[in-house]
């Protein structure tokens, strides 16, 4: 049995065993441990018989991670990174008078705008069912261009924030979704119109006029640089975030419940394999 484990960290939500306690079974093959606060561990296990080589395997427990740490943003609408995993920062050397030396490490602390809730059971719930969706879809580009966008927001190096680059992962993951898997086009004629009328049917009238604002902020400060560049606040990119989980939630939410009603199967960690070995 190859086994291998990391370790997630919220900054948007307050964690308890009592929550993922669908997950912490022992018998389980993903399975969640060491739950505090801030801090949740989780576990990879496969038979090696369903793997050629040991970094096959491991290639697919990152995966399998990812996409959880991907559902678990989805789910609650928060912000959820690889504990320590995303961050870089500069280090410089201090030279005192005295000929001493010493380091001073610049590492600022994401801090999530909001103030933390609880995550709920029924989250942890949803994510484990949306991790399952996940884990069947064959276009990795989707899973990968999600992370960058996570990986992202959560990295400030010194003075520069990479909230710009985040902006426009999310936002290309998002026209790439509504484009192909909602509108089923190859193309769109009129960009911001389609995009907007999936919004407004979707998410309704107010989130269709906060549209307008990112998709303003898309032509002017990320995908194009003509006019004067200014930072992409923490804000708005994450209702840009928000928005895509939206679509992403009710997208492979879809996806879980027809696999669940065939199957005739509920919440479980079973989800999380469902015919992916």
């Excluded at 009592?18 to 912490?24: D, E, G, K, T, W």
């Excluded at 509108?183 to 307008?212: P, Q, T």
């Excluded at 975030?241 to 009603?261: E, H, N, Q, T, V």
């Amino acid at each position: 049995m190859y086994c291998v484990s990391c370790v997630l960290e919220s900054h948007s939500h307050n964690l308890s065993e009592s929550a993922f306690s669908i997950l912490m079974g022992n018998d389980n093959l993903s399975q969640v441990r060491k739950v505090d606060s801030r801090y949740l561990e989780l576990i990879t296990r496969a038979d090696k018989k369903y793997f050629a080589t040991a970094d096959e395997f491991y290639l697919h427990a990152h995966a399998v991670a990812s996409i959880y740490l991907m559902a678990l943003n989805i789910a609650s609408f928060g912000h959820f990174t690889w504990a320590n995993g995303t961050q870089q920062s500069p280090v410089y050397g201090i030279e005192h008078e005295d000929n001493s030396r010493s380091e001073i490490v610049f590492l600022p602390e994401i801090k999530y705008p909001l103030d933390k809730v609880d995550i709920s059971e029924n989250e942890v719930k949803v994510a484990l069912k949306l991790a399952g969706a996940l884990l069947k879809e064959e276009d990795q580009s989707i899973r990968m261009e999600y992370i960058k966008g996570i990986i992202h927001l959560g990295t400030i190096f010194g003075d520069v924030d990479f909230y710009k680059e985040s902006f426009s992962n999310f936002y290309r993951l998002f026209e790439y979704l509504v484009t192909k898997r909602i509108l089923n086009k190859k193309k769109l004629v009129n960009e911001c119109k389609e995009l907007r009328s999936i919004i407004l049917g979707e998410l309704g009238n107010e989130s269709a006029e906060e549209f307008d604002n990112l998709y303003r902020l898309r032509s002017e400060q990320v995908m194009h640089a003509q006019k004067k560049q200014v930072k992409i606040l923490l804000d708005d990119l994450l209702k840009m975030k928000c928005m895509l989980d939206c679509i992403l939630f009710r997208y492979y939410s879809k996806i879980a419940d027809d696999w669940m009603l065939q199957h005739h199967k509920e919440y479980s960690t079973e989800i999380l394999f469902m015919d992916n070995l």
